[in-house]
């Protein structure tokens, strides 16, 4: 059967490449990356010799088509990104898109990820979370996304480049308020990973204070606007509680 798999690779640490991606990347004809000496640099770690094309979304359609046409005449292919799950804030939308046209399948070989990386260690509700990627890059842009997500109820999650991060929590701050639970997932699975949780107005102090903490890749989790109401009910029963105790 004409299969295109999906690939999944590291994201920082390479021993977290699975067996089957292993297996999948020597098996397949040809590999679809988005960088190619990124990726042709990851195979030789793992003495894969399969040949590599570059393949972006902002490839045309027609080289997305004529990928797939190679898959039909009996070439299966990986599509791999630079880093973790293609197609998470990641090129391969439309190839995949295009895919039954074909009566191509599409397999995924799941790995690494850096938003269910860091969810899985940031200790917010995660039965229910809103993954919202990289925010628009233009302060305008962004402060209206995040105004529009205020009242989001379950965890958000997004993805941030380390020159923006400092602007984004304080965004952040301005448009949740500086009490919202936030957790920065910072180099995940690297020698420098830190995970650190507190406030907006305590993690916008942090990072403003210690250089090494504006650097490297960050996940953003925020506690979802619903989290923050059950908290201060809380709170506030606690503090019921304790007035009608005291004295
Ligand atoms: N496809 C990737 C995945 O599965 O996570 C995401 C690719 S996206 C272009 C790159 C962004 O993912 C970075 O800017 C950062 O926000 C996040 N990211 C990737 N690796 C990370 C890591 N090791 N630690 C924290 N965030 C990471």
Do not use: W
Not at 147 to 170: K, N
């Amino acid at each position: 059967k004409p299969t295109l798999y999906i690939v999944a690779t590291p994201i920082g640490n390479l021993n977290d490449i699975t067996l089957r991606a292993i297996d999948t990347l020597k098996q397949v004809e040809f590999i679809a990356a988005e960088d190619t000496r990124h990726t042709r640099r990851l195979l030789s770690q793992f003495e894969i010799e399969t040949s590599v094309i570059s393949f972006h979304d902002y490839s045309s359609e027609e080289s997305a088509r004529k990928l797939l046409e190679r898959i039909v005449n009996g070439e299966n292919c990986a599509l791999v990104s630079d880093a973790g799950t293609p197609l998470i804030s990641d090129p391969g939308y439309r190839l995949v898109s295009l895919a039954p046209e074909y009566g191509v399948t599409v397999s995924p070989i799941p790995g690494a990820c850096a938003l269910i990386a860091g969810l899985s260690a940031a200790g917010l509700p995660s039965d229910r979370f809103c993954f919202e990627g990289f925010l628009p890059a233009k302060p305008l842009q962004r402060q209206k996304r995040l105004a529009s997500l205020a009242g989001e109820e379950r965890t958000l999650v997004f993805y941030e480049a380390p020159h923006r991060i400092e602007a984004l929590l304080a965004d952040m701050k301005m448009e949740f308020g500086e009490q919202r639970e936030v957790v920065l997932g910072r180099e995940l699975t690297k020698t420098f990973e830190t995970i650190t949780r507190g406030t907006l107005a305590e993690l916008v102090d942090f990072t403003a204070a210690d250089a090494n903490q504006r650097r490297g890749e960050f996940v953003v989790m925020v506690a979802g606007e619903q989290a923050v109401k059950l908290f201060d009910d809380k709170v506030k029963e606690t503090f019921a509680l304790l007035n009608e105790e005291l004295p």
